[in-house]
C-alpha cells in the first residue's frame, strides 16, 4: 500500500514539473515542513494548500487581496482541534475520533489552466458508527466512495468543491443504498482576537454567533429551520469573510461550534447503486463587509438600518444595501422592498419603499457598492429605534452571460430587523410567539417511487426489523424463529435482515441496516419497528416506508421510550397507517405499583386462533399483566381522502358540488376556467424565449424514451402521465435548479400542471361541518378573482386558495383517512380504565386504488419494557415472561405477513 502511494506521489511530482505553468495560476504537488504530500492551487486572487495524508483538508489559505493567511493560526494535524477548511464526516461518527480524521485521500489533478485549475480527491467509507474502530459499522455508511472535486477558476475571486457519493462496487458485493449524513466541517480565524462573527439564514431572522453568543432567534448552536442555502462567518473589525453557498435541498441544520466554524450536515442523501448523489459548494471571499444577511450566485448583501430622526424624512427608517459580487457576473441589480410594520402591535401593515428604489452596479471585491432607501408609514407615525420590521426584497438583477447578452432574473429574499426591541430576539413582548416568521427554504431531496404494480414477494418469507431497544426483552428473536416451519433451514430474519438503532436520531450513533431500494424491500414481506422512531430512517425512509404498506407490505409496532413519540410530519401519508395519537411521553408506569390486566377482546383473530400449522393457537387461560404500557388514543375515523403524497392537489368533483356553488361555477366566464392542458401552454408561452429553449432540450433529454411528440407546444400527453417517474421528475427540476426565483416558479408550475396527482374529492361524501367548510372557501374562491382548472369531472381551486383547501382536507395528527379503522385486539385493564393493547388498523377498501390494491395489514403493539416484575400479584407473570408470549408475537408476524 506505502509503495503504491510513493508511486503515485512520484508521478504527480512529474506531472507537475512538466506542466506548463501560466504566469497567472499554478498547481503544484509539494511537501510541508514536516515532508506531508501538500497541493498548492495558486492564481491571482487565491493561494490555497490541501494536504491529501490528512483528508484532502485545506491547511493554508490566503485571499490575496488582503494578504491574511485565514488557516495560519491553527494546524489541521491538531486532530482533536478540528481545524481546516472541507472536512469530511460523517454525523453518525464523533468528528474528533472520525474514520476521516488522518485517512489518505487519493488525488489526481484535472486541470491546471488556463481556465481552471482543478483537483480531485477520493476514498472509500469503512462505515464505522461512533468512531473509528468502534466495533460497529453500518452498512448505510460502509463502501461509500466520496469523491471531492477542488476546482479555482483563474481570474475568479472564489473556488468550488464538486462532492460525489457513490458505491463503491468493488468493495461492496451486495450494492445496496446507501444513507450517510454527510456534512462537511469548516474553521478559520481572521484575526488574532477571536473576534469574528458566524451568520445562518433561519426563518426567525439571522442566527448569529458572536464572540458573546448573540443572536436574533435564541438558537444558539443549530438553525435546522434554515430560509436559504448559505452560511458566513465575517471579521466585523477587518471587514473580510468568507461565505459558503450549498444547495439547501439536502441541508437539514446550520450551525456553528462557536464563533470559527462554518458547518451544515446533510439529510435525506439516499445513494443507490445506479444513482450517486452530486453536490457543489461554492467558497467565496468577501471584502468590505462587516456581516453577511444574503447571499446566492449573484449578490453578497449587509443590510444596516437606522431611524431618521431629523430633517424632512424624520420618522422614516433608512435601510443601507452593501453589496459584494458573488461568482456570476452582474452588470447591475435594483431592490424593489416592501416592509411589514406594526408585528409587535399584531396589527400588521405593509407599506412600499420610496422611490428610487436602491440600486447598485458594476460590482467590485476591491469594496462594496451601496445603496440605500426609505421606509415610511403612511399615516405619518414614526418608526421608532423599537420597531421591529419586516421586509420582502424582489431584486432585479441584470446578469451578464459569457456570451455578453444581458438577462434579467429576479431574486427574492427577505430580512428581520429586530432594532432594540424590549425582548432583544424576535419574540413577542407579551405572548412569547414570533414577531415575524419568514419563508422556509424548499428541500428538494430525491425520494423514489416505487412502480404502481409492485408487490411484496409471496414466493418467500422473509422479515425485516427496525431493532431499537428492548428486542430481546420483548423475546423478538424466539419469536422470529416461530415465524418458520421447523423443517424451514432459512430463518425469517437474518443478520442482513436487522438494522440496529438507538431509537431515535442522534449524533455519533445511527441505523446500521434498511432496505431503501426497492428491489430489496419488495422482498421483504413485512417490516417489524420495535420501539424506534420513525424519522430514524429519515424522512426518505418514511416516504418508502409509506410507499411499501400502501402497496401491500406488512408493518408490525412494538412499544418503548422511543416508540410513538414522533410521528411523520404533518400531512404525510405514512401517518395515515399509525392508528393510535402519538404523545411524548405516553407510557404509563403507575407510582402506586399497579398492574393492569391484559385481556383479549377478539379471541377469534386469526393471531389467536392459528392456522393448527407453524402458527399454533394462543392458549388464552392463563393471561399475564403489563407493568406498564402505552396510553395512547385511538385515532379518529373520518371522511376525509387517503393521501399518497403530502403534495398532492385536490379536487372537488363536480357533481358533488353544493347546488348553489355549482351554480354559481358554471356561470364563470370563460377567462376564469382553464383545463390542463391549456394552463401548461399558457405557463409555456409566457416564459421567455431562452428558457423555453432550454426547458425544450431538459425535456428532450429527460424523455427521450417517450415517443415523439409526447411535448408539443408545451403541453405533455395526458395519456403518458403514468409513465412519468419520480426520477424523471426530479431529473426535470434539477435541470432548473439555478435558475431565479420566478423563472424556478413557471418550471414548478408547469410541472404541477402537467404532474400533479389530484385526489378527487366528493363534497357530499364529506361530514357536514367539512362540507360547509368547503362551500365556503369555493364561494370566496368564485368571488375572487383566480382561475380554476379542470381536470376530467373534477375542478382545482385557483392556485392561492389550494393549500387553503388542503388544510381543511388532509388527515390531521389525531385523524384516519375514509376507510381506515382501528381495531383493538387487546387491552389493559387499569385502575383508571381499560386501554388498547395490540391494535389492528383495518381498510374497508383500499385507499383510492380498488379491492386489488389493498394495503398491508398493520397491527401496533402499545407494550413496554418497565416494571418491577415483584410487584405482580400472586400467581400472575408480566407478558414477556408469558410462555405464549413468543408465539403469539410470531403469530402476529405471520399475520401481517399474510400467512394467517
Not at 154 to 165: A, E, I, Q, R, S
Not at 833 to 840: A, D, K, N, R, S
Request: aromatic share 10%; proline share 7%.
Amino acid at each position: 500500500m506505502r509503495s503504491g502511494r510513493l508511486a503515485l506521489i512520484a508521478a504527480a511530482f512529474a506531472l507537475a514539473a512538466a506542466a506548463q505553468e501560466d504566469q497567472r495560476s499554478s498547481l503544484q504537488i509539494t511537501t510541508d515542513e514536516d515532508g506531508d504530500v501538500a497541493v498548492v492551487m495558486d492564481t491571482e486572487s487565491i493561494r490555497m494548500t490541501i494536504l491529501p495524508a490528512y483528508q484532502a483538508c485545506v491547511s493554508g489559505f490566503i485571499f490575496k487581496p488582503t494578504g491574511n493567511d485565514i488557516l495560519s493560526r491553527q494546524t489541521v494535524k491538531f486532530l482533536l482541534g478540528g481545524q481546516g477548511l472541507l472536512q469530511d464526516n460523517f454525523w453518525e461518527q464523533d468528528w474528533r475520533y472520525s474514520e476521516f480524521r488522518r485517512k489518505w485521500f487519493d488525488y489526481r489533478i484535472l486541470s491546471q489552466g488556463p481556465d481552471e485549475l482543478a483537483v480531485k480527491f477520493w476514498t472509500t467509507s469503512e462505515g464505522w458508527l461512533q468512531a473509528v474502530n468502534s466495533g460497529v459499522k453500518s452498512d448505510l455508511l460502509s463502501n461509500i466512495r466520496i469523491e471531492r472535486t477542488v476546482r479555482m477558476p483563474v481570474g475568479k475571486p472564489y473556488f468550488m468543491c464538486d462532492v460525489t457519493l457513490s458505491i463503491d462496487m468493488e468493495k461492496d458485493r451486495k450494492g445496496n443504498a446507501k444513507m450517510p449524513q454527510f456534512w462537511m466541517h469548516n474553521m478559520c480565524i481572521f484575526t488574532d482576537e477571536l473576534d469574528q462573527e458566524c451568520q445562518r439564514p433561519h426563518i426567525l431572522g439571522i442566527a448569529e454567533q458572536t464572540p458573546r453568543g448573540q443572536t436574533v432567534c435564541g438558537d444558539y448552536v443549530y438553525a435546522p429551520y434554515i430560509a436559504e442555502g448559505w452560511s458566513a462567518q465575517t471579521s466585523p473589525r477587518t471587514r473580510e469573510g468568507l461565505v459558503f453557498l450549498m444547495d439547501p435541498a439536502y441541508v437539514q441544520c446550520l450551525y456553528n461550534c462557536g464563533n470559527s466554524t462554518v458547518e451544515w450536515f446533510g439529510d435525506n442523501m439516499l445513494i443507490t447503486r445506479d444513482r450517486p448523489l452530486r453536490t457543489r459548494i461554492y467558497i467565496l471571499p468577501v471584502i468590505g463587509l462587516q456581516k453577511v444577511h444574503f447571499a446566492d450566485p449573484h449578490m453578497i448583501v449587509q443590510l444596516t438600518g437606522r431611524n431618521v430622526l431629523e430633517g424632512p424624512n424624520a420618522g422614516a427608517f433608512e435601510l443601507d444595501f452593501a453589496v459584494c459580487p458573488s461568482y456570476r457576473v452582474v452588470r447591475s441589480i435594483t431592490f424593489d422592498t416592501t416592509a411589514t410594520y406594526g408585528l409587535h402591535e399584531r396589527r400588521p401593515a405593509t407599506v412600499r419603499m420610496l422611490e428610487p428604489m436602491p440600486s447598485v452596479r458594476n460590482l467590485r471585491i476591491e469594496a462594496p457598492r451601496h445603496a440605500a432607501g426609505l421606509v415610511k408609514r403612511p399615516d405619518g407615525i414614526p418608526l421608532d429605534e423599537k420597531t421591529p420590521l419586516k421586509f420582502d426584497i424582489a431584486a432585479r438583477v441584470e446578469v451578464v452571460d459569457p456570451d455578453g447578452r444581458i438577462r434579467m432574473r429576479v431574486v427574492k429574499f427577505q430580512y428581520f430587523h429586530l432594532g432594540a426591541y424590549p425582548t432583544g430576539r424576535n419574540e413577542h413582548l407579551q405572548g412569547g410567539e414570533p414577531l415575524a416568521v419568514l419563508d422556509r427554504v424548499e428541500a428538494r431531496p430525491w425520494i423514489p417511487a416505487p412502480a404502481p404494480d409492485l408487490r411484496p414477494d409471496r414466493g418467500s418469507f422473509r422479515l425485516f426489523a427496525v431493532m431499537g431497544p428492548h428486542g430481546r426483552h420483548y423475546r423478538l428473536p424466539e419469536a422470529f424463529e416461530r415465524t418458520v416451519s421447523r423443517d424451514e433451514r432459512k430463518l425469517a430474519v437474518q443478520k442482513e435482515d436487522v438494522g440496529y438503532t438507538p431509537g431515535f436520531p442522534c449524533n455519533k450513533l445511527g441505523l446500521t441496516e434498511f432496505p431503501y431500494d426497492f428491489r430489496r424491500l419488495f422482498g421483504y414481506r413485512a417490516l417489524i419497528n420495535c420501539n424506534a422512531q420513525t424519522d430514524i430512517t429519515r424522512l426518505v425512509g418514511q416516504s418508502i416506508l409509506a410507499s411499501y404498506i400502501a402497496q401491500g407490505g406488512g408493518y408490525v409496532m412494538f412499544g418503548g421510550e422511543s416508540a410513538y413519540a414522533v410521528s411523520a410530519p404533518e400531512g404525510h401519508p405514512l401517518n395515515a397507517f399509525d392508528p393510535v395519537v402519538y404523545e411524548s411521553p405516553s407510557i404509563e408506569l403507575r407510582r402506586d405499583g399497579a398492574v393492569a390486566q391484559i385481556a383479549v377482546t377478539e379471541p377469534n383473530h386469526p393471531i389467536f386462533k392459528g392456522n393448527g400449522a407453524n402458527a399454533p393457537a394462543i392458549n388464552l387461560s392463563r393471561m399475564p399483566v403489563a407493568l406498564s404500557w402505552h396510553k395512547l388514543r385511538l385515532k379518529k375515523q373520518t371522511l376525509k381522502p387517503f393521501i399518497r403524497d403530502p403534495g398532492e392537489t385536490f379536487g372537488l368533483q363536480t357533481d358533488s358540488l353544493p347546488e348553489a356553488e355549482r351554480a354559481a361555477f358554471s356561470s364563470l366566464p370563460p377567462a376564469r376556467i382553464t383545463d390542463r392542458n391549456s394552463l401548461m401552454r399558457s405557463i409555456y408561452q409566457g416564459m421567455s424565449e431562452d428558457l423555453r429553449a432550454r426547458f425544450d432540450s431538459a425535456c428532450a433529454s429527460v424523455f427521450k424514451s417517450f415517443p415523439p411528440g409526447t411535448i408539443s407546444g408545451g403541453v405533455f400527453d395526458e395519456t403518458r402521465i403514468e409513465s412519468v417517474t419520480e426520477d424523471q421528475k426530479f431529473e426535470l427540476r434539477s435541470a432548473f435548479a439555478d435558475l431565479d426565483d420566478e423563472e424556478r416558479e413557471q418550471i414548478a408550475s408547469w410541472m404541477e400542471a402537467a404532474f400533479s396527482r389530484v385526489s378527487v374529492v366528493r363534497v357530499d361524501a364529506l361530514e357536514r361541518e367539512q362540507q360547509e367548510q368547503v362551500a365556503a372557501l369555493l364561494r370566496a374562491a368564485i368571488e375572487g378573482e383566480g382561475v380554476f382548472v379542470k381536470r376530467g369531472n373534477a375542478i382545482l381551486l385557483p392556485e392561492e386558495r389550494r393549500e387553503a383547501l388542503s388544510s381543511l382536507l388532509l388527515p390531521r395528527r389525531d385523524e384516519l383517512p375514509a376507510g381506515a379503522r382501528p381495531h383493538v385486539l387487546m387491552e389493559v385493564r387499569a385502575p383508571d380504565g381499560t386501554h388498547p393493547f395490540l391494535v389492528e388498523l383495518e381498510f374497508e377498501n383500499a385507499p383510492g386504488t380498488g379491492a386489488d390494491r389493498r394495503p398491508g395489514r398493520v397491527l401496533a403493539f402499545l407494550n413496554s419494557p418497565f416494571g418491577d416484575p415483584s410487584r405482580c400479584p400472586q400467581g400472575a407473570v408480566p407478558y414477556w415472561e408469558w410462555d405464549q408470549w413468543p408465539q403469539l408475537v410470531a403469530n402476529a408476524l405471520m399475520y401481517a405477513a399474510g400467512e394467517l
